[in-house]
């Protein structure tokens, strides 16, 4: 098992940047694929971005060229640099990680754009 817990969210104005993290209760090297979801109200929970251990990397067409996903599996950390955001992009952030068919999943964390 593997408990996640998210932070870095809150209120920006638009055009601002945020670094979500999502921190991990034991080692994450063994993690094949580690994700952010989104999820705004009213809305389906959509995938943001993906990085797998071998470091391969997937982003929505949505945050692609503002976003941009790491791991740093020395302090069990997935990580979010958000830039240039904008309303849209106002939601509740989780992270997931997925161990032999198994997902876990993070808390949340709020992230509010102003317009």
């Known amino acids: 098992q593997v408990q996640l817990v998210e932070s870095g969210g809150g209120l920006v104005q638009a055009g601002g940047s945020l670094r979500l993290s999502c921190a991990a209760s034991?080692?994450?090297?063994?993690?094949?694929?580690m994700r952010w979801y989104r999820q705004a109200p009213g809305k389906q929970r959509d995938l943001v971005a993906s990085?797998?251990?071998?470091?391969?990397?997937y982003y929505a067409d949505s945050v692609k060229g503002r976003f941009t996903i790491s791991r740093d599996n020395a302090k069990n950390t997935l990580y979010l640099q958000m830039n240039s955001l904008k309303p849209e992009d106002t939601a509740v952030y989780y992270c997931?990680?997925?161990?032999?068919?198994?997902?876990?999943w993070g808390q949340g964390t709020q992230v509010t754009v102003s317009s």
């Open positions: 997931k990680a997925d161990e032999l068919g198994v997902n876990y």
């Open positions: 034991r080692s994450i090297a063994s993690l094949r694929d």
């Open positions: 990085i797998a251990s071998i470091l391969i990397t």
